[in-house]
């Protein structure tokens, strides 16, 4: 009966030490920094050229130019399926009577990407910005530096493999 509590108080104070390490942990110890794995796209791209790579990729950041990747907004498949809609009116940019019912392949993406797309910095907690996540119902996050250029992206699939990781009590080895 004893061996049996001690082996219950491991495992609860295991499952403590593993909530803790995730409070623990930041942006920049779980960042992937390489950006040509990422979808990006400048923003003066057509949407054709959005729509090949949106095909394969849950979703594309777009940059004000390829040379800064100062980031400008996103597109995801959900904003593509949004100007796919039969007779779905489109609101371009925000701007009052810019509207538009579908799209037209040879337009500007900029014209089309979401703006306010959730951003986060390498200082930050990861455990803050999956409550940020959740409480935008965004599946992703840009990490940019203090000017905005795009270093990375933190997502969902990314965050279920670091909770893993923790949760397999693997302690010793890096999260990759």
């Given at each position: 009966?004893?061996?049996?509590?001690?082996?219950?108080?491991?495992?609860?104070?295991g499952?403590?030490?593993?909530?803790?390490?995730?409070?623990?942990?930041?942006?920049?110890?779980?960042?992937?920094?390489?950006?040509?794995?990422?979808?990006?796209?400048?923003?003066?791209?057509?949407?054709?050229?959005?729509?090949?790579?949106?095909?394969?990729?849950?979703?594309?950041?777009i940059?004000?130019d390829?040379?800064?990747n100062?980031?400008?907004?996103?597109?995801?498949?959900?904003?593509?399926?949004?100007?796919?809609?039969?007779?779905?009116?489109?609101?371009?940019?925000?701007?009052p009577?810019?509207?538009?019912?579908?799209?037209?392949?040879?337009?500007e993406?900029?014209?089309?990407?979401?703006?306010?797309c959730?951003?986060?910095?390498m200082?930050?907690?990861?455990?803050?910005?999956?409550?940020?996540?959740r409480l935008?119902?965004?599946l992703?996050?840009a990490?940019?530096?203090?000017k905005g250029?795009?270093?990375?992206?933190?997502?969902?699939?990314?965050?279920?493999?670091?909770?893993?990781?923790?949760?397999?009590?693997?302690?010793?080895?890096?999260?990759?």
């Amino acid at each position: 009966m004893r061996t049996e509590a001690k082996e219950g108080e491991k495992r609860k104070t295991g499952k403590r030490s593993r909530i803790r390490q995730l409070d623990e942990l930041l942006v920049s110890d779980v960042l992937d920094h390489r950006l040509w794995d990422l979808s990006i796209l400048p923003r003066n791209a057509d949407m054709h050229s959005l729509l090949k790579i949106i095909s394969t990729a849950g979703h594309v950041w777009i940059v004000d130019d390829l040379k800064t990747n100062k980031l400008a907004g996103i597109m995801t498949q959900k904003e593509v399926l949004e100007c796919l809609k039969p007779h779905k009116k489109v609101f371009l940019n925000k701007v009052p009577g810019n509207w538009k019912g579908y799209f037209d392949l040879d337009e500007e993406v900029q014209y089309y990407m979401d703006e306010s797309c959730l951003k986060t910095r390498m200082n930050r907690k990861v455990i803050e910005v999956m409550e940020r996540m959740r409480l935008h119902q965004m599946l992703n996050c840009a990490v940019v530096d203090s000017k905005g250029r795009l270093l990375g992206e933190i997502t969902f699939r990314r965050l279920l493999q670091i909770y893993l990781k923790l949760h397999s009590s693997v302690q010793d080895s890096p999260i990759q």
